[in-house]
């Protein structure tokens, strides 16, 4: 008698080969793209601040921060668009694809112009007369702040373009124009250099050029290569208030980190000046390169997670959380041990000068980044059920103590480190909160995810970190360190990935993986 599962299953094995190959794939893209654009960005940093000098340069980057403060809405708004548009490529639904992308498109547009009336009237009063900026360098930041303003009206507009891309899982596009934007900004350093103009005002239009340009790249590619591409300023009432619901309480966290980097920013400029702004912006320039390595695989794992909920696969969802949280602090992990150790050299290599406390944040920032790397397959599973009311009301509750802590201790006199060390506590709590979320809503055990994903990555984190430790301490100061340090740190970082950090079917996956690739039989 036939067995009425068997083709199910057979099915069920070739669709999780297949998702797990288009995750590899997309992954690979994404990797060429952080290559490329870490060490032209990191290149690129180094021109720009010994162009602009220490002061400018943490002018900048508040300057640019205080817009952020205002268009923290998008990061709810482009959440809800992402769920929404992959929910629907999960369930094969094109008209409603349609109706998503152009109400999505309407909404930010929307968000756009209220961002432009809080940015002229309230963002203007705080650049003027909050922010410590020294006089003579005041109307280059009024300048600056315009261009700001209009690169951050595209950059929301751009968002449900930017979703549909990711959603469809076009990573090799998604690699192209992050490596194309990285090489704009490369010229755009060296013409500051030789600029006879005021470099501040230089590096704003410029950068603002790249992001019109960039702008259009995008509408022209989706609308010749996704049919569900429209816009139409006649909104789908129902899709808008699904939409607006779900990004009401996204909301919560989106104003959560906003507060957790640009207000902690504005506080830093308020009680230390632009010096230590710089250190601050140097350190998460340094984070932005690195956890790149992490939130890649992520972006490509991300799609699949939606896609596997809508489809109702429960055992392969909670396989691709365990696998994704693993996996994104591996990545992270594997960079950040020889950063850990031997940021001053590396600060030192790239920077002609080394602010004050730089060394200190970029340590501390990497660790924070090393416990939320846990929290992006997480979020996602959850953002895929739609369930997330008490989910943002709780996260973003504890998320929020670090505004208030950091200004109270600031207050006290406290140094600047002391924001990322309250958000690094604060962050640790979070996770632990998560997972209660993940067992109400996928029914996903406590224990299970500390055993497999938490105490694994904790274990492989101190035996990875044993060696390169000992060697940084028993080996002079310098560059032979530096490369001895980080050649023993990549070696034991992936024998002990391997040998407790992947489980016996995983281990096993690789080597049929390796014997396919190397034809053996």
Not at 299 to 322: D, M, R, W
Request: overall charge positive; aromatic content about 12%; charged content about 15%.
């Amino acid at each position: 008698m036939r067995n009425p599962n068997k083709n199910d299953d057979i099915i069920l094995v070739t669709n999780t080969s297949e998702n797990n190959k288009r995750i590899a794939k997309n992954t690979l893209f994404l990797y060429f793209r952080t290559m490329l654009t870490m060490f032209i960005s990191l290149f690129t940093s180094r021109i720009i601040i010994n162009s602009l000098g220490i002061v400018d340069y943490g002018l900048y980057n508040v300057v640019a921060g205080v817009i952020s403060m205002f268009s923290f809405l998008n990061g709810s708004l482009g959440a809800a668009t992402s769920r929404f548009l992959t929910y629907e490529l999960g369930v094969k639904n094109t008209e409603k694809i349609r109706r998503v992308f152009y109400t999505a498109f309407d909404i930010h547009l929307g968000l756009a112009i209220i961002v432009v009336l809080f940015c002229e009237t309230i963002g203007l009063w705080i650049v003027n007369n909050t922010l410590t900026i020294p006089a003579d360098r005041l109307f280059a930041c009024n300048v600056i702040y315009q261009y700001v303003v209009l690169t951050g009206v595209l950059s929301i507009t751009q968002v449900p373009l930017n979703a549909m891309i990711i959603s469809h899982e076009r990573m090799n596009i998604y690699a192209y124009l992050g490596i194309s934007d990285a090489i704009l900004k490369l010229c755009v350093a060296y013409l500051i250099v030789i600029s006879p103009l005021d470099k501040l005002i230089t590096l704003g239009t410029l950068h603002l050029f790249i992001s019109i340009g960039m702008y259009l790249f995008y509408h022209i590619y989706c609308k010749r290569n996704f049919s569900e591409y429209c816009i139409n300023l006649k909104v789908d009432k129902q899709l808008f208030k699904q939409m607006i619901g779900y990004s009401t309480w996204s909301l919560l966290g989106s104003s959560a980190s906003m507060l957790k980097n640009q207000g902690v920013n504005i506080l830093i400029n308020i009680f230390f000046g632009p010096t230590v702004n710089a250190a601050n912006a140097i350190a998460y320039q340094v984070n932005h390169a690195i956890t790149s390595f992490s939130q890649n695989f992520t972006v490509a794992l991300n799609p699949q997670i939606i896609k596997t909920y809508a489809a109702n696969e429960k055992e392969q969802i909670k396989n691709l959380i365990f696998r994704g949280g693993k996996i994104s602090f591996f990545l992270l992990m594997m960079v950040s041990i020889p950063i850990l150790l031997e940021t001053k050299i590396l600060l030192q290599l790239w920077l002609k000068e080394v602010p004050n406390f730089a060394i200190t944040l970029t340590k501390l920032v990497l660790i924070l980044s090393l416990v939320e790397s846990f929290t992006y397959t997480i979020g996602t599973a959850i953002q895929a059920t739609g369930k997330i009311k008490y989910y943002q009301i709780i996260i973003a509750g504890i998320l929020l103590f670090n505004f208030p802590l950091s200004y109270l201790s600031y207050k006290m006199g406290a140094g600047p480190q002391t924001a990322l060390i309250i958000s690094i506590i604060l962050s640790v709590v979070a996770v632990i909160i998560r997972l209660f979320f993940l067992k109400k809503y996928l029914v996903i055990g406590i224990l299970e995810y500390i055993k497999n994903v938490l105490f694994v990555s904790v274990l492989v984190f101190i035996t990875s970190f044993v060696l390169p430790f000992y060697l940084h301490n028993n080996i002079s100061f310098g560059f032979n360190r530096l490369i001895i340090v980080t050649i023993a740190s990549i070696i034991c970082s992936l024998v002990f990935i391997y040998l407790l950090g992947l489980s016996k079917t995983e281990r096993k996956k690789i080597h049929s993986s390796v014997k396919s690739r190397l034809r053996i039989t």
